[in-house]
């Protein structure tokens, strides 16, 4: 932000600001240009934390949870910012749908970490198909679901070139052992 810019944050209660301090990333999501990309950076760490889970279902479990909490806090936090249907700054979505791209992925590396990030932009910023639909559900479930969505074909994308590299015998995602 520059000195002369104004933001009228939320004067509510304290669970409100604590929500808008949650959804926009601690803050970050308020004062970057591009605030869904750069924010969306906590993901990275969330997704290999989660990765580090050593049973697919407690994985599955933990990003349940994780939905749950961003959809009631980004609709809490909508509202106190004045009502936007998804307000540019709220963050938190993409950060806590990350792990949903890297569920199936054979292992953690920065390659992975990164081409999976890369594609769920794409997905996020494009919106193809199911995910443009998953935007229009109100509050919290439609600011969380469309980024889910891509999340989800995120990961296709990444299951896809996985399949070629092994198909092209080249290993530029995943070294062999």
Known sequence: MQADDTFDGPTGSLGERLAVWLATGLGLGLVTPAPGTIAGLWGLGVGAAVSQISELGAQIGVIVMLLIAAVWICGVAARALGGSSDPGAIVLDEIVVLPIVYLVAPEMNWAILLTGYVLFRICDIWKPGLV??????????GIVADDAVAAVLAALFLQILLWVEQAAGVEWLVASA
Do not use: D, M
């Not at 443009?132 to 479930?141: D, I, K, M, T």
């Open 132 to 141: 443009r639909v998953a935007e229009r559900l109100p509050g919290g479930f």
